[in-house]
């Protein structure tokens, strides 16, 4: 099922195309290090005086080269060492953990990388999970040591830390250090005065040394510990240079939780080859897209679907005729996009194109070349402005992105190159190629990875083509869960094997297409079995759904949550010229809009059955029956997303279980 074979950590250049080797000799070259300390050495010497890692939105703003970047580290870890975090492990023989409790700056990095350089593991969350969890997390990993935020992370927690073997606490504030009886308290400069007179204790670190434990995000049950090695994490440095070739001084915005796998990985891999790090967040991303120019951008799916929510919202701004001229403009430029992919082999809806069906797709794209050229001057131009006009790519990864998203960044001329993986693959496995970029597809594997496709009771391999559980293997896998045996053991089979628990099926090039997830599965009681994600993606093209998730385990049909976009609710009711408001006295505009009345349940009845039907390979079961329109939506801040904006379906179901119990019963 794959073009590629494990290789050995030494030998990963003989499993890369002759298109993937030459785009690695424009890089820098890691392949003989052994732990990501090592790179930072490296890269102090190769790119100096370069802007490593900026955060504008810091008081004072923060700004680092690649040389000051490394003596920090450095002296964090002198500094670790010197209040007694003992790289040998101690009589127990086990490396120590210490619990990094921080959200993203550049604090948090020089932390990550001096806890390593120490000789020690890190377990990592954010700051602004529940309280519960981080003790259960600093509990689990048997972490002596913890490196918070500031004082009020530390307050948070510290009822909860009497009973846990902590010995040191370092801010990464610099807020003046409270006294406490159990454990030494310092803030960030203290602990680098403290390094800058102790002598750091070089280690040789193997590639089979655990370098830290990413806590799973918690969609269904407790968080599970991965444990990934410097080889795990390496592996993404030295392959992912096969995916994008930035250039020393190139510049990344950062905006997902800097701990997660994904990001992590992105960060060491981009900042391994010189870039600029400019770290943003939701309030300031859009300004900071215009002002800081990015070359490259990691993000997930509602990144780029707020972003098009926002370009949308510009387009139903203006004259009536304009917006003819721009759905036109677009319309035209999606069957020349799709003429174009069948052309170049690229089209997953026609990938046994004979040579007249291509001949075809030539001379339509050609006839629609001048419209293209016609939306590029007046539309689509002004449009890539929003990102800052100087991308060269932008990855998407940790979920699946809705096929209307990946259209218009094609039409408007934003390279997205779809990724994916998961925690426990460090995270990277596939990837699309500029070269390849088969819309729709998670991409071929990145070098040293297999995929396989079997069948989801017998584990049996399946032909190419054929949609069933995807199974993974590589260096990249982790080395299991932390004190879990029995989850491991269910996760990875004798053979090496990762159940992913995804669904899909693999091009006769390899490329991966995800269908849905084995566990979301909804099971009907006429037995058809639904992934609600391809469902929940074609909906959200309606511009009058903002958030959607699917429900009916166990029903007769399927049935929808859904968070309308009130600001298109409330414009489509001003140009119909109807009143849907309630005759209450609120002030709040979203909180007037009676969600229940027959026009609104028509108009949303009218979305869903399009959007639904219009989805290729639409059957009858997919059809959605009941559903109820809630206007809180799902977030981080409510619990029902993770930190990576996935929406947490077992919270929704039991946050609305009332309600989704009586739509099935009326």
């Not at 010497?45 to 923060?62: G, T, V, Y």
């Not at 977030?635 to 077992?650: A, C, D, P, Y």
Request: aromatic share 6%; with cysteine; hydrophobic share 35%.
């Amino acid at each position: 099922m794959s073009t590629t074979q494990s290789p050995s950590p030494s030998s990963l250049l003989s499993n890369v195309t002759e298109r993937e080797y030459r785009a690695l000799q424009t890089l820098v070259d890691y392949t003989n290090i052994e732990s990501l300390p090592e790179i930072w050495s490296l890269a102090a010497r190769k790119f100096d005086h370069i802007i490593a890692l900026h955060n504008p939105h810091s008081q004072p703003e923060f700004k680092i080269t690649y040389s000051q970047l490394f003596i920090q580290i450095q002296k964090f870890a002198a500094g670790l060492q010197g209040l007694g975090i003992n790289m040998s492990g101690g009589e127990s023989n086990q490396i120590e953990r210490i619990a990094l409790i921080a959200d993203n700056s550049p604090r948090w990095f020089i932390a990550d990388q001096g806890i390593m350089s120490a000789g020690a593991v890190n377990a990592v969350r954010s700051a602004q999970a529940e309280r519960e969890e981080l003790l259960y997390i600093i509990a689990n990993s048997g972490s002596t040591a913890l490196v918070v935020e500031d004082i009020k992370t530390l307050k948070k927690l510290e009822s909860g830390l009497n009973d846990l073997p902590i010995k040191l606490v370092v801010l990464l504030s610099d807020e003046t250090p409270p006294v406490a009886e159990q454990y030494r308290i310092v803030n960030f400069n203290q602990l680098l005065d403290l390094g800058s007179n102790h002598t750091l204790v070089a280690l040789k670190t193997s590639g089979d040394t655990l370098a830290t434990l990413i806590y799973t995000s918690g969609t269904t049950g407790k968080p599970k510990g991965v444990m990934l090695s410097h080889k795990n994490l390496l592996h993404q440095v030295k392959t992912l240079g096969t995916v994008v070739q930035p250039q020393p001084g190139d510049t990344v915005l950062s905006i997902l939780p800097t701990w997660h796998s994904y990001e992590r990985s992105g960060e060491y891999f981009l900042l391994s080859q010189g870039c600029t790090q400019v770290y943003t967040n939701l309030r300031a991303v859009k300004e900071d897209l215009k002002k800081y120019k990015p070359n490259y951008m990691i993000a997930v799916p509602r990144l780029w679907e707020s972003i098009y929510e926002g370009v949308q919202k510009q387009f139903r701004s203006q004259p009536a005729n304009k917006q003819k001229l721009i759905q036109f403009l677009l319309s035209t430029s999606q069957k020349y996009m799709t003429a174009r992919r069948i052309t170049q082999g690229l089209s997953l809806d026609h990938l046994h194109a004979s040579a007249g069906e291509k001949l075809g797709a030539k001379i339509v794209e050609l006839a629609l070349s001048p419209f293209q050229a016609l939306g590029e001057k007046i539309v689509y131009a002004t449009v890539r402005e929003a990102t800052g006009g100087k991308i060269k790519h932008v990855i998407s990864g940790g979920g699946a992105l809705p096929k209307h998203i990946d259209n218009f960044f094609e039409i408007i001329g934003v390279e997205i190159l779809q990724g994916y993986g998961l925690t426990e693959t460090s995270p990277v496995t596939n990837a699309r190629r500029p070269w390849r970029n088969l819309r729709g597809s998670s991409g071929q594997p990145i070098p040293g990875t297999e995929v396989k496709i079997v069948d989801p009771e017998t584990k049996q391999p399946l032909p190419v083509g054929q949609r069933g559980l995807v199974l993974l293997k590589g260096p990249q896998i982790m080395q299991g869960y932390y004190q879990n045996p029995e989850a491991t053991q269910k996760a990875i089979n004798a053979e090496g094997w990762f159940d992913s628990g995804d669904l899909g099926w693999v091009t006769p090039e390899n490329d991966l297409v995800l269908t849905g997830r084995a566990k979301d599965t909804i099971v009907l009681t006429n037995g058809e079995n639904i992934e609600p994600q391809p469902i929940e993606d074609a909906c959200l093209r309606s511009p009058y759904v903002d958030q959607i998730m699917l429900v009916g385990q166990d029903q007769r049909s399927i049935g929808a949550l859904i968070v309308p976009n009130v600001e298109a609710l409330e414009k489509w009711a001003e140009m119909q010229k109807l009143d849907i408001s309630t005759q209450n006295d609120s002030t709040s505009t979203s909180q007037k809009i009676d969600l229940e009345s027959k026009i609104i349940q028509d108009l949303f009845r009218q979305e869903l059955n399009r959007e639904v039907k219009n989805r290729p390979g639409y059957r009858a079961d997919d059809r959605i029956g009941p559903f109820k329109l809630i206007l809180e939506p799902f977030s981080i801040e409510n619990g029902m997303m993770t930190q990576t904006l996935k929406i947490r379906r077992h919270v929704v179901m039991e946050n609305y279980r009332d309600i989704i119990d009586e739509m099935f019963v009326k």
